[in-house]
Protein backbone atom coordinates (compact mmCIF):
# COMPACT_ATOMS: atom_id res chain seq x y z
CA UNK A 1 0.00 0.00 0.00
CA UNK A 2 2.63 2.35 0.78
CA UNK A 3 4.42 2.07 -2.56
CA UNK A 4 1.11 2.74 -4.26
CA UNK A 5 0.82 5.73 -2.57
CA UNK A 6 4.06 7.17 -3.31
CA UNK A 7 3.68 5.97 -6.72
CA UNK A 8 0.32 8.00 -6.69
CA UNK A 9 1.96 11.43 -4.99
CA UNK A 10 4.86 11.11 -7.55
CA UNK A 11 2.30 11.49 -10.32
CA UNK A 12 0.58 14.38 -8.29
CA UNK A 13 3.88 16.17 -7.75
CA UNK A 14 4.52 15.46 -11.34
CA UNK A 15 1.37 16.88 -12.65
CA UNK A 16 1.71 20.26 -10.55
CA UNK A 17 5.56 20.74 -11.51
CA UNK A 18 4.27 20.81 -15.38
CA UNK A 19 1.31 23.64 -14.01
CA UNK A 20 -0.87 21.22 -14.13
CA UNK A 21 -2.69 21.20 -10.48
CA UNK A 22 -4.91 18.55 -9.44
CA UNK A 23 -7.68 19.12 -7.13
CA UNK A 24 -7.84 17.27 -3.40
CA UNK A 25 -11.12 15.02 -5.23
CA UNK A 26 -9.31 13.94 -8.16
CA UNK A 27 -6.14 13.20 -6.12
CA UNK A 28 -8.69 11.19 -3.62
CA UNK A 29 -10.29 9.67 -6.06
CA UNK A 30 -7.48 8.10 -8.19
CA UNK A 31 -6.61 6.34 -5.01
CA UNK A 32 -9.43 4.97 -4.22
CA UNK A 33 -9.86 3.87 -7.97
CA UNK A 34 -6.43 2.01 -7.10
CA UNK A 35 -7.14 -0.18 -3.97
CA UNK A 36 -8.47 -3.58 -4.51
CA UNK A 37 -11.88 -5.04 -3.29
CA UNK A 38 -9.70 -6.09 -0.31
CA UNK A 39 -10.64 -2.07 1.03
CA UNK A 40 -13.75 -1.98 -0.48
CA UNK A 41 -15.59 -1.71 2.73
CA UNK A 42 -13.28 1.59 3.39
CA UNK A 43 -13.83 2.75 0.19
CA UNK A 44 -17.43 2.94 0.99
CA UNK A 45 -17.02 4.56 4.33
CA UNK A 46 -15.06 7.35 2.48
CA UNK A 47 -17.44 7.79 -0.42
CA UNK A 48 -20.75 7.40 2.02
CA UNK A 49 -19.15 10.44 4.15
CA UNK A 50 -21.49 13.75 4.04
CA UNK A 51 -17.30 15.58 4.33
CA UNK A 52 -14.85 15.74 1.87
CA UNK A 53 -12.10 13.62 2.77
CA UNK A 54 -8.54 14.64 2.38
CA UNK A 55 -5.59 12.69 0.79
CA UNK A 56 -4.16 12.81 4.27
CA UNK A 57 -7.28 11.52 5.83
CA UNK A 58 -7.30 8.82 3.57
CA UNK A 59 -3.88 7.81 3.69
CA UNK A 60 -4.34 7.70 7.46
CA UNK A 61 -7.58 5.77 7.06
CA UNK A 62 -6.08 2.78 4.77
CA UNK A 63 -2.67 2.68 6.72
CA UNK A 64 -4.57 2.07 10.26
CA UNK A 65 -6.81 -1.02 8.28
CA UNK A 66 -3.09 -2.34 7.03
CA UNK A 67 -2.11 -2.57 10.26
CA UNK A 68 -5.44 -3.54 11.57
CA UNK A 69 -5.15 -6.58 9.11
CA UNK A 70 -1.72 -7.93 9.43
CA UNK A 71 -2.22 -7.84 13.45
CA UNK A 72 -5.47 -9.44 13.39
CA UNK A 73 -4.13 -12.69 12.39
CA UNK A 74 -5.47 -15.17 15.05
CA UNK A 75 -4.19 -18.86 16.14
CA UNK A 76 -6.98 -21.16 16.95
CA UNK A 77 -5.42 -24.33 18.87
CA UNK A 78 -6.62 -27.75 17.27
CA UNK A 79 -8.60 -28.64 20.35
CA UNK A 80 -10.84 -26.04 19.69
CA UNK A 81 -11.89 -27.25 16.33
CA UNK A 82 -11.35 -30.93 16.98
CA UNK A 83 -15.33 -32.60 16.00
CA UNK A 84 -15.58 -36.13 15.95
CA UNK A 85 -17.28 -38.40 13.68
CA UNK A 86 -19.78 -39.79 16.26
CA UNK A 87 -20.61 -35.76 17.38
CA UNK A 88 -21.49 -35.10 13.93
CA UNK A 89 -23.66 -38.29 13.29
CA UNK A 90 -25.64 -37.57 16.84
CA UNK A 91 -26.25 -33.84 15.25
CA UNK A 92 -27.55 -35.09 11.62
CA UNK A 93 -29.29 -38.38 13.32
CA UNK A 94 -31.35 -36.16 15.80
CA UNK A 95 -31.98 -33.21 13.93
CA UNK A 96 -30.89 -30.80 15.89
CA UNK A 97 -29.69 -27.50 16.36
CA UNK A 98 -26.20 -27.82 16.55
CA UNK A 99 -24.89 -25.27 19.45
CA UNK A 100 -21.40 -23.54 20.62
CA UNK A 101 -19.67 -25.45 22.77
CA UNK A 102 -16.77 -24.38 24.29
CA UNK A 103 -13.74 -26.42 25.23
CA UNK A 104 -12.62 -26.04 29.13
CA UNK A 105 -9.15 -25.09 28.77
CA UNK A 106 -6.72 -23.68 31.92
CA UNK A 107 -5.04 -21.41 29.73
CA UNK A 108 -6.53 -17.72 28.28
CA UNK A 109 -6.09 -16.47 24.81
Known sequence: MKDFMIK???YYD????????????AHVTAILNGFSLKYESVITVIIASQLPSSVQ?????FFNVEA?????????????????????????D????????????????
Open 8 to 10: VKG
Open 14 to 25: SLASCGKVISEH
Open 57 to 61: TITIM
Open 94 to 109: NNSIPTYRPTLSSSRG
Open 68 to 92: RMQSTVVEIPSSAIMITHQQIASVV
